[in-house]
Structure formats: structure tokens, C-alpha cells
Nanobody, 122 residues
Framework: QVQLVESGGGLVQAGGSLRLSCTAS????????MGWYRQIPGNERELVAA???????KYAESVKGRFTISRDNAKETVYLQMNSLKPWDTAVYYC????????????????WGQGTLVTVSS
């Protein structure tokens, strides 16, 4: 199994910044990608950003130019730098592992962190 632990969430005002971190442990060898998802209660979990072990990345249109995903393969850690935060970015953010190819990311079912709450006030 894979264990994922997110951190870095909190309360910020609109226009502020946060940096989320997620460290993976366990059987991560089979996965070349990591991603960040977010979820508002009552809505489906949506992809925010994903990155391959080689550094390829993709973003949701709503966060392009504001968020940056990066990773440290040696530390098995993925980061999400969130700038110019908006109230609609408020959500629980989850880390995932999966497969990244052809500019698409495929999370592995059942492998999620506990989530970290990001709240952006107006």
C-alpha cells in the first residue's frame, strides 16, 4: 500500500498564498505520477494539478498562472504553491499517486491522503 500525508492548509485572505506538501511512503515504485485534487462538500473531487516523475505537469484551467506543482523525487514529496488565492479555491485538498502519460493523470483508486483544508476569505 501507499501512505500519503498532506500538510500546509490553513486560513488566508484572498490574494494570499499557501504551500501544500504531500509525502508518500510505502509501495510507490509502481507510480510515476502524483497529483493534487480538491473537493467541496456535495461536489465531486476535481483535479487541480498533476506531475510526472520526469517533471511534466498539467493544471486545471481555473488555477493556471496561479498554482505551481513541483516534486522532489528523492523525498517522495509533491508540493503545490498556491498564489493569488481566491474564495472559490476554498476546499479540502487531497494528494494522490497514479500514472501520468499523454498529458493525462490517472489516480489510483483508494490511494488518498487525509486531506488538508484550505479556506480563503473574501
Amino acid at each position: 500500500q501507499v501512505q500519503l500525508v498532506e500538510s500546509g492548509g490553513g486560513l488566508v485572505q484572498a490574494g494570499g498564498s499557501l504551500r501544500l506538501s504531500c509525502t508518500a511512503s510505502g509501495n510507490t515504485f509502481d507510480y510515476n505520477g502524483m497529483g493534487w485534487y480538491r473537493q467541496i462538500p456535495g461536489n465531486e473531487r476535481e483535479l487541480v494539478a498533476a506531475i510526472s516523475s520526469a517533471g511534466s505537469s498539467k493544471y486545471a484551467e481555473s488555477v493556471k498562472g496561479r498554482f505551481t506543482i513541483s516534486r522532489d523525487n528523492a523525498k517522495e514529496t509533491v508540493y503545490l504553491q498556491m498564489n493569488s488565492l481566491k474564495p472559490w479555491d476554498t476546499a479540502v485538498y487531497y494528494c494522490s499517486v497514479g500514472h501520468y502519460y499523454n498529458d493525462d493523470y490517472y489516480p489510483t483508486a483508494g490511494y488518498w491522503g487525509q486531506g488538508t483544508l484550505v479556506t480563503v476569505s473574501s
